[in-house]
Antibody, heavy 116, light 106 residues
Framework: EVQLVESGGGLVQPGGSLRLSCAAS????????MSWVRQAPGKGLEWVAN????????YYVDSVKGRFSISRDNAKNSLYLQMNSLRAEDTAVYYC?????????WGQGTLVTVSS | ETVMTQSPATLSVSPGERATLSCRAS??????LAWYQQKPGQAPRLLIY???TRATGIPARFSGSGSGTEFTLTISSLQSEDFAVYYC????????FGQGTKLEIK
């Protein structure tokens, strides 16, 4: 079955940076759009960013534009999220998800905590 | 931005009974609507896409209906493992989720 495994979360100070990774396996990574979705503690789900199969198109929720950057390496079956200028409101579990009609497979998530 | 509103916030139903969850979009999303189930400490799981198509491996007791702005998720006979939080999500205009409906045991 499809597997997505996130890593890179942790505690970071406001204004700091963090890079999340997602290792994909058991499917042909290069033919799918991929996404990041986050969930603040005790809250609902929020889509963060999408990237096209070849990386040529990227889309972001307004609240992270100019601060976050999504990328991928199809040779390594990996998805990334570079997060800069982090704010307290970015605290959340970040999920990597495969995008088809909806998000059909999700990783287990990695927790990012922004706090001094 | 298309705002998704789910109702009720909490639904109490007995095992074996039917549960009906609602989702309304602030503008039409055609049939570009998905439903997810999330249990505590777990990632969401896709149940329904295209408003009414069950995802791979989803039991037939889960069904979705609606189009445009009004959607429904029905669970025909609740099993113990179905008590969870359910989210709707539109993918017609960006990607936005409802705030969730918590389905609890009555």
């Amino acid at each position: 079955e499809v597997q997505l495994v996130e890593s890179g979360g942790g505690l970071v100070q406001p204004g700091g940076s963090l890079r999340l990774s997602c290792a994909a396996s058991r499917f042909t990574f290069s033919i799918y759009w991929m996404s990041w979705v986050r969930q603040a503690p005790g809250k609902g789900l929020e889509w963060v960013a999408n990237i096209k199969q070849d990386g040529s198109e990227k889309y972001y929720v307004d609240s992270v534009k100019g601060r976050f950057s999504i990328s991928r390496d199809n040779a390594k079956n990996s998805l990334y999220l570079q997060m800069n200028s982090l704010r307290a409101e970015d605290t959340a579990v970040y999920y990597c998800a495969r995008l088809t009609d909806g998000f059909d497979y999700w990783g287990q998530g990695t927790l990012v905590t922004v706090s001094s | 931005e298309t705002v998704m509103t789910q109702s009720p916030a909490t639904l109490s139903v007995s095992p074996g009974e039917r549960a009906t969850l609602s989702c309304r979009a602030s503008q039409g999303v055609n049939s570009n609507l998905a439903w997810y189930q999330q249990k505590p400490g777990q990632a969401p799981r896709l149940l329904i896409y295209g408003a009414s198509t069950r995802a791979t491996g989803i039991p037939a007791r889960f069904s979705g209906s609606g189009s445009g702005t009004e959607f429904t998720l029905t669970i025909s006979s609740l099993q113990s493992e179905d008590f969870a939080v359910y989210y709707c999500q539109q993918y017609n205009d960006g990607y936005t989720f409802g705030q969730g409906t918590k389905l609890e045991i009555k």
